[in-house]
């Protein structure tokens, strides 16, 4: 609240017990869900702005990924690969323009494909009806399981996926192994191999392409590295070396989610204090909250990315998250009253990138509505 109490012009602040009461609000499943669909409408309004017309086809990346917690948060829960208390998230980006398409919070000790087709295929009908056709997918390799890849051959997406070593797979990559040629490490060549493969849980065999990689550093018992990619694309659409570009380019979204991780810095604490006989304050669903504050999260980063992208334009050089924060977001104002105007004034090196920002902003195209 401000300080001079008979300054009646200024409204007072909104408090903690506000903010909480904000987000027991957006804790409500329809309100949850019209954050959800705020995330596609940004990305949708994003594109048709600087576009026109909505992209003809798109790639979708999955990912999962943890937010560390350290009180009694509802859903927090030890997770035995980070070794820490925290909520395991599973997030799902446009490949094009970097935008999340959705995020969903999940319990700490859940693994990185719990629930993913009831998560992953609604969200490709909402995207080809708002966005572009879904052409592909890409997930790690705690993704790809028989419900996610017969689910996606059945809507004819392609997918490419990384899986895990196995000594049936071992066995069969060891004849590519054993002719390898010498060593030249200043090289760091590449080979890849089309191999058939059908795990137990799958109904059918799948083409697994497997990729061998020079090690640069020295190591005289593995000079050579080597993983396995599962695809739906035969040999005759796409080789294994474009299989392997086009797999590599998740490190592009590895990138945007440390950034939403190191930027934004989502903390999700909502807990509610007990009372001393151990009653808790309120009857509110703690975990429905902290979801609705991760969809805050993703929305601020969508915005943040819009103006990055703007930025990116008008400058002709890349932008971080984090220097759009510093450099353009976060500038000192001084506001004045003169000649029935208010003025703004701000530093020179701010005004001159709020006037190519401004000059991007003038030139996209009004959403139709």
Same mark, same amino acid.
């Given at each position: 609240? =401000? ?7 200024? $409204? =007072?602040?909104?408090?903690? &017990? +506000? ?9 409500? =499943? ?12 940004a ?48 997030v799902?980006t ?31 009908a ?10 592909? !997918? ?8 028989? #419900? ?32 390898? &040629? ?7 060549r ?13 109904s059918?065999?799948? @083409?697994?392409?497997?990729?061998? !990689? ?16 599962v ?20 490190? +592009? ?32 669903d ?26 990116? $334009?008008? +400058? ?16 000192? !104002? ?5 000649? @029935? ?7 020179? #090196? ?17 959403? =139709?509505?």
């Amino acid at each position: 609240k =401000p300080e001079n109490k008979e300054d009646n012009s200024s $409204k =007072p602040l909104p408090s903690q &017990p +506000t903010l909480s009461r904000l987000l027991e609000i957006l804790a409500d =499943p329809n309100n949850r869900k019209v954050l959800r669909q705020s995330l596609i409408q940004a990305a949708k309004d994003s594109i048709r702005a600087r576009r026109r017309h909505r992209f003809q086809q798109c790639t979708i990346d999955i990912d999962s990924f943890p937010i560390p917690t350290y009180g009694h948060q509802d859903g927090s829960a030890y997770n035995g690969y980070y070794q820490y208390n925290c909520y395991h998230i599973l997030v799902a980006t446009l490949a094009e323009t970097g935008d999340i398409l959705d995020i969903q919070l999940r319990q700490g000790n859940v693994s990185s494909a719990h629930e993913l087709d009831d998560f992953l295929f609604p969200l490709i009908a909402e995207v080809e009806a708002a966005i572009a056709k879904v052409v592909s !997918v890409r997930g790690d390799a705690a993704m790809p399981s028989e #419900p996610i890849l017969s689910g996606l051959e059945e809507r004819r997406i392609g997918y490419c996926f990384r899986i895990k070593s196995n000594p049936v797979l071992e066995r069969s990559a060891q004849p590519y192994l054993d002719n390898l &040629p010498p060593y030249q490490p200043e090289s760091q060549r590449e080979w890849t191999a089309e191999l058939a493969y059908q795990a137990e849980s799958w109904s059918h065999s799948r @083409r697994i392409a497997m990729v061998i !990689v020079e090690q640069k550093q020295i190591d005289l018992f593995e000079p050579f590295n080597h993983f396995f990619l599962v695809t739906d694309w035969t040999e005759e659409q796409i080789s294994g070396s474009d299989l392997l570009d086009f797999y590599r380019q998740r490190g +592009t979204m590895e990138r945007w989610i440390g950034e939403f991780q190191d930027v934004l810095q989502p903390s999700l604490s909502c807990a509610s204090r007990p009372r001393k006989n151990g009653e808790r304050t309120t009857q509110r669903d703690d975990f429905a909250c902290n979801e609705a504050l991760l969809l805050l999260y993703a929305l601020a980063y969508n915005l943040l990315n819009i103006v990055r992208r703007l930025m990116e $334009k008008a +400058t002709r050089q890349g932008w971080s998250l984090r220097r759009v924060r510093e450099q353009v977001l976060k500038t000192a !104002v001084h506001f004045t009253l003169h000649a @029935r105007r208010i003025w703004a004034w701000v530093a020179r #090196p701010a005004a001159q990138l709020w006037t190519l920002l401004g000059r991007q902003i003038t030139r996209l195209h009004p959403v =139709p509505t």
